[in-house]
Structures are given as C-alpha cells and as structure tokens.
C-alpha cells in the first residue's frame, strides 16, 4: 500500500437502490473528480468549499453525460482517513456505480484494497487498530446490543483500559529494572517481593475483569444456537412455530413426523438466536427415522442452550430421562412443560424435583399460552451462561481474547518466580505482557497480522 496513490471503491452495495456512493482517498482526488465533474460552481473562486454538496453532472472522455450527481470534497486532515477525500453520490445502480469508478480509475485512481480506508485511518493515528476493527463489527453487527458494544470500541473505551494496564506494567517494571541497574540502592528492602506479588495480581485481577462477558459479547455479535428437544409428539414443533411466530414446523399428532432439523432465527433479550427444533428422540428402527435421531443428537451437543420439551399430559418416562442426561455442565436448560390445556400427569412436584434448579415453564403451544414466559426465561437463562454480571464491556474478537489470555499467562509466569527466579525474568514477563497487550491497539502489531485483519474489509471500507 502507497499512502502516495490516491485510492477509489464504491463504498455502498451494489444493486438497486435510491443512492450509490463513489469515494476516493489520497493526494490527488480532488483533481481527478474534478476532471469528470461538470459543476455550474466550478467558475467560482471559492469553490470546491469544504463538506458541501454540489450538484453537477458526472461525464466520460467524450463529454457524454453518465449521470446527476451530488459530490462532496472534504479536505485533509479532517476525514476519516486523514487524507483528502472525494464521495460522489450518484445514482445506485450497478452499471452506474462500475461506469462512474471506472472514469476515477481511468483518470488517475487505483482500485483500493480490502479495508484500505480503514487502513489508512489507522496508519495515519485517526484511530488505532482495536477501532478500526469494531468498524468491521458495526458493520457485521447483528442485534442492537452488538451495535452499541461496537460502538463503545469504536470510541476509544478499549483502547483506553488497555493503555491504562500498559501503563501500569511500566510502573511496576520500572523499579526491577532500576534494581537491576542499581543493586546497592535495594539492598535491605526485604518487602520488595510481597509488595510486587501484591501488584501482579491486582493487574492479573484487572485483565480478567475485562475479560468478563466477552463470550455474551461475542453472542450478541455471533448468535447464540438454541435446540428444542424432547420425546416424539410432546409439542416440540409447535413450540417453534409460537416462539418464530410462524408455521415454520409441520405439526401432526402423529409421532416423529420432524424426521430433520428445522430451523429459524429470532431475536430474544438482544441475543439473536438460531432456534433448531429436533427430531424426537427415541428408539426406532427405521433407518430414515435412526438418522434424524442422531442428528437430533449432535445438535443438541452443540447448542449453547437447549429447551427441553416435557408432556404434561403424560408422565415421566425413562426416555424424557435419556434426553435429560443429553444436557452438557456448560449448556444452559430451560424446562418447557407442554400440554398444560390437558389434564396434567406430571405435577409441579415432580418437576421441581427432577430439575430443582432450572427454569421451568408451563406451556400451551398450539395455542401460544406460556410463549412470552418461556422467551423471559431463556433470555435469563443466557445472560446467566454468558456472564452477563459485567457491565458495559467491550465487543471482543476472538483475537483480543487470545492476546488478552497470553498476557495473562506472562503474568502468571511473573508470580511464580518471585521469590524463586531473578528479577531479569520477571521483567521480561512484563515486557511481554506490555508487548502482547499492545496488539490490541496496533502498538506492537507486524505488517503480516495488519494485513489479515484488514483483508476481512469490504473494498469500500
């Protein structure tokens, strides 16, 4: 990437549409929008006036008109690359959007790399590296609650608190390093080594602070996969058609009539959730059947959550207890007891004392009683798994989790050889703490790793 070359992508979606944008970055965008730009103002000696739209005419070589637009020139280094920039807003449609680049292109622009605009932000210190990549995550944001944890990265709230604990890990190093550089001025201080064990893990206790809710974070941005299982004919199908509002699921009192996964996608608590509903569970001979099963199996294994689907209306059974053997420690359970229009077999007691400390939920789904109550109830079921005790965390990738957990690590090493190892080591587990947390701001970042994160952009960011 040259910071010399000015830089052109269409930064809006191609098809049909009310608006399609062209922008250009770099040095010399203003002169080659202005070559295909017939503008009524162009005569005036204050035009192009910064962050003002004008109205004019986009042409070709041969003067032909390609289409009305409004352009606007925003001057460096107020932009979001800290660079010149050109939006032209045309007409959104694909002929017309690939015409008006390819006449920037031809003019003297190259076609921007994947997330280059970003890039360039991030090159020029408008933002640093965890900001940009929750430009990405606002983008790919699929519930509310991942817009506005996005949006807390994006204003500098991470790259804040990690500043915070860099700067603190120079504060305890500084003193091992001047012990090390002047011995005779530590002889004596027989404290030294329980007040820097009280340091360590007073930062080791901040890290895993910020650690917290990073796997709900990851939810809300992510999805959470839910499975509906149960025995055949216990209303596990017309539970997912009440909870999708929709008549997603064949129903039929006929047993294992779902003989496949079926699936559909909801949003509960800010959680978005892929709702799976399973084939019934039980032992059969029939190959089709068999295969369902399994699958009904597997998928349960890998749900986050399951809802487990009991008949009221008929007692307990050595089956209902195989599926409930199927739930994992780290799986939240919600109990749904369905059927409760008919005359009840299974009494509140029994349930309370097969599952006393989950969530239980009587329900009617056919008629779409109990449905309200059992989406509260897994809404807390998840904020419970998912650690929703932290506040206001950040929207952590999975990259800020591994380097977050590294630093850990070096942390970890730095208390164990207190009062073992020299004090060299300690430090250098500091400095390697202070190195990997610089990762997440792009401090201590290699070209290689900037170059995989921001090949995930859209040309046009």
Known sequence: MSELETIAAISTPLGEGGIGIVRLSGPDAFAIVSSIFDCPKSGNASYPQ???????????????????VLVSFMPAPYTYTREDIVEINCHSGIFTLRTILKLVLEAGARLTEPGEFTKRAFIHGRIDLSQAEAVLNMIRARSEEAVKAAARTLQGELAQKIEQIRTRIIEIRAPIEASIDYPEEFEGKGDRPNSLAGALKELHTTIKKLLQGVERNRAYQEGVTVAIIGRPNVGKSSLLNALLRQQRAIVHEAPGTTRDLLEGYLNLGGYPIRLIDTAGIQNT??????????????????????????????????????IADLRQATQGLVVAVNKKDLQQQLSPEIINNLFPNEEIVCTAAIREEGVQQLEEAVTRQLDLFLCSAAENTMLFSLRHEEVLCETLKSLENAQSTIKTQPVELISLELQNAWNKLGEITGDTVSETLLDKIFSEFCLGK
């Open 285 to 322: 001979t029939d190959p089709v059947e068999k295969q369902g099963i399994e699958r009904s199996r597997m998928a349960a294994a890998q749900a986050k959550m399951l809802i487990m689907v009991l008949d009221g209306s008929s007692k307990w059974t050595d089956l209902d207890q195989e």
């Open 50 to 68: 910064p962050r003002r739209l004008y109205y004019g005419l986009i042409r070709d070589l041969d003067k032909n008109i390609v289409d009305e």
